[in-house]
């Protein structure tokens, strides 16, 4: 980047206003008035508004009375005549800039064999080229781009790109700068560079089939998994380790014959498989991809996917057709993708694309104009800008329809603006309205106001978008962030009262946050902080190890059979540790890899899991998805113990094979005797053991729950009839 010297500075910071900054080195005294001379030589008299000493530099506020002519280079002459070029500067963060300069039309590179065309928004440039770099040869041509409506830069360059890399070039203030297109959905090896592709290549060789249907988002029980654990372990079974076509295999089998992969999670029951970050990514080295671990939190290009998970990240193709392959093998198996999206920052503000190619406009900065960090990874992307918006949208709708995927989960929700959800989830309503969309509502310090952020706290505004519900997370097992802290699963019956609210869907009727149940995500683990496990192993370690899989299984359990929407960290029914590693984002395989070893210890557990998905799976009690249903069937049952959590679901028979169900949570290892609603008989599905669709025994009048676990009773002659996990 070549340095330009300059005796002041001047900025253009809103549409009609430069500001001038004098270095007191200056002749001061000969400096005003200033003149703005436009490109077409005409001389342009700024008024001085406002006059500031800085200490050092003396800085002038300008007003200007003609229009702006933005992709034309502006200069500033003092009395002096003194000369400094007009810098684009805070304008960009402007309504009116924004009114100017949005553009809906199309964004990207169109490729046919007979040209490609290149479109790129880069308005505060004065000139653009894109540089070509030849698949064979490695020729390089650069081609420069004629400035079109909304200073959108396009070109059609005549001939056959395929293969070919390719970045724009732009001069802006003076200065060169290269930049990955923003709308790249291939790139070479380490996002260096854009690839043009021929996408009908990409195409599977057979249509998707269809998916079980999921008329509602709380008939979904979402599993996360990373690419690169589920498969990585040596002993998964897997030919394709850590790869994405490990996901695509079928059959596989870990230490005693343990079922692994794919056919795991079609047996377990689940119906979502979230997948963390796939989009591409830094933080590994491609070229090497097994000398570094990362999460994927780092995201380099977000059209474009990872290339250290397919087998030959110097291939463009591969990491296309490799993905697609992994998405539609899940689908097959009735398990529907969804995509973990991380919009809300990128990896390297400075050189990400977007800054490159309009410096300042799609990022967040505080009121002394330095760069906002609500993220905590230094930078937070505008979201509610015009373009930062469409950037988002366009690309949930690019992975939406060109490989698919079924759910959208934002990380760090409430760093977005309300405005752009809404219009993310109009765009994915017009694709297919089942696609999911939640995420993490957490109220971070960017400098957004409170009523424009997407946070729990505004959920009302949000209605079709779920969130991540922490509330529920801490009641049932404890603080997160305080280690020691005991929840109602971890025997500290404190806050049973919010765990009730948390079981009743955390609706505002029970004292929560969401207007229906649709809204709550319910978890007690995911790949963020210590695994339950670990958690247990620091704040109830002085019990033994069967008593606190009772209290993991109980936890899980009032995860599965709450209002919500179900969320389970894979390995969790399996207790995955980590050894305590509570931030293990780039700790290494050993410590981040599913271990199928553990899952063959514990297959009794698991099966018990599996058993309270059928469960949940078999009866729309579980999966209510109004506050009105959930207020008129659902009655705790009182008075019960301190160390019970009991409830009704009653005259269900319009949702599934059981007329009435009573559920019931125990925390501690004493035994209590829990009355039941009526005198009728009760058949038990679930106890601290066994879980399924089919009665276990049956029961009257009263419960005896001998220990820590959850009792689940149902109300029909038909219960021996359904068909487990149906």
């Known amino acids: 980047m070549l340095h330009i010297s300059r005796t002041f500075a001047a900025y253009l910071d809103e549409i009609d206003q430069i500001t001038v900054i004098v270095p007191k080195a200056r002749c001061l005294d000969n400096m005003e008035p200033f003149v703005m001379t436009a490109p077409s030589g005409e001389d342009i008299p700024l008024v001085v508004q406002q006059k500031e000493d800085l200490g050092d530099a003396v800085k002038y506020v300008c007003r200007f009375s003609v229009p702006f002519q933005f992709g034309e280079t502006h200069w500033i002459r003092a009395r002096s005549g003194e000369e400094s070029d007009v810098q684009i500067g805070a304008v960009v963060r402007t309504a009116a800039f924004d009114d100017q300069f949005f553009y809906d039309g199309k964004l990207g590179v169109e490729y046919a064999k007979e040209q490609t065309i290149f479109r790129v928004w880069a308005p505060t440039a004065t000139a653009v080229s894109v540089k070509l770099v030849h698949p064979d040869h490695g020729d390089v041509r650069y081609v420069p781009l004629v400035r079109g409506e909304r200073g959108v830069w396009s070109a059609a360059v005549p001939g056959d790109w395929e293969r070919a890399r390719y970045m724009y070039v732009a001069c802006i203030n003076r200065v060169w700068r290269e930049a990955v297109d923003p709308y790249a959905t291939a790139v070479s090896v380490n996002g260096e560079y854009g690839v043009i592709v021929d996408w009908e290549k990409t195409k599977l060789a057979k249509p998707a089939p269809p998916l079980p249907p999921c008329p509602s988002p ?55 498989v979230q997948l963390m970050p796939f989009a591409d990514f830094a933080g590994v080295d491609e070229r090497d991809p097994q000398a570094a671990y990362n999460w994927g939190y780092n995201p380099l290009h977000l059209y474009a996917p990872e290339g250290s998970y397919a087998t030959d990240p110097h291939d463009p193709y591969a990491r296309i057709v490799e993905l697609k392959q992994a998405i539609r093998a899940l689908q097959e198996n009735g398990l529907r993708v969804v995509m973990d999206a991380v919009y809300n920052h990128v990896y390297d503000r400075e050189q ?141 019956s404190a806050g049973r009262e919010q765990v009730k609210t948390a079981i009743a869907g955390s609706l505002q009727a029970f004292g929560g946050l969401f207007c229906h149940p649709l809204q709550s995500v319910n978890y007690v683990e995911c790949h963020d902080n210590h695994t339950f496990w670990d958690k247990m192993e620091a704040a109830n370690g002085h019990e033994p190890e069967w008593l606190r899989r009772k209290r993991q299984k109980l936890a899980t359990a009032i995860v599965l059979l709450a209002q919500g929407i179900p969320f389970l960290h894979s390995g969790q029914e399996f207790y995955r540790t980590k050894g305590g590693d509570e931030n293990s984002y780039r700790s290494p395989d050993a410590v981040n890899r599913l271990d199928w070893e553990r899952k063959s210890r514990y297959e009794d557990d698991v099966r018990y899991i599996q058993g309270l998905i059928a469960i949940r799976r078999a009866h729309g009690a579980f999966r209510l998805a109004t506050e009105v249903d959930v207020q008129r069937h659902l009655t705790f049952l009182e008075p019960t113990p301190p160390s019970v959590i009991a409830y009704w679901l009653r005259d269900v028979a319009l949702y599934g094979p059981w007329t009435d169900i009573v559920v019931i949570h125990h925390n501690e290892e004493t035994g209590v005797v829990i009355a039941l609603p009526d005198d009728e008989e009760w058949h038990v599905v679930c106890d601290g053991e066994q879980s399924g669709t089919v009665p276990l025994r049956q029961v009257r009048r009263f419960l005896d729950a001998d220990g820590i676990g959850t009792w689940v009773l149902v109300k029909t002659g038909a219960a021996a009839d359904v068909e487990n996990g149906k």
Do not use: C
């Not at 690169?228 to 372990?233: G, L, V």
């Not at 089998?253 to 979502?272: D, I, M």
């Open 352 to 492: 990400s694309p977007l800054e490159k190619l309009v410096p300042g406009y799609y990022f967040r900065y505080d009121a002394y104009g330095r760069p906002a960090n609500g993220t905590g990874v230094g930078n937070d992307i505008a979201s509610e800008r015009r373009m930062a918006r469409r950037w988002i949208v366009d690309s949930v709708v690019f992975w939406a329809k060109e490989y698919g995927i079924n759910g959208f989960r934002f990380d760090l929700m409430g760093v977005h603006d309300i405005e752009t959800m809404k219009s993310v989830r109009d765009a994915l309503d017009a694709v297919d309205p089942s696609i999911l969309v939640y995420g993490e509502g957490w109220d971070l310090p960017t400098p957004l106001a409170p009523e424009q952020k997407a946070t729990m706290a505004n959920a009302k505004r949000l209605p079709r978008l779920a969130y991540f519900n922490d509330r529920f997370r801490d009641a049932v097992k404890g603080s997160t962030f305080y280690l020691p802290d005991r929840g109602f699963a971890l025997g500290d």
């Open 218 to 272: 709380t008939d979904a029980v979402i599993y996360e998994l990373s690419i690169r654990d589920f498969t990585s372990h040596p002993d998964s079974g897997a030919v394709w380790k850590g790869k994405y076509l490990g996901l695509t295999e079928e059959h596989t089998r870990g230490p005693n014959g343990t079922v692994t992969g794919l056919s795991y999670l079609k047996e377990l029951g689940v119906t979502h």
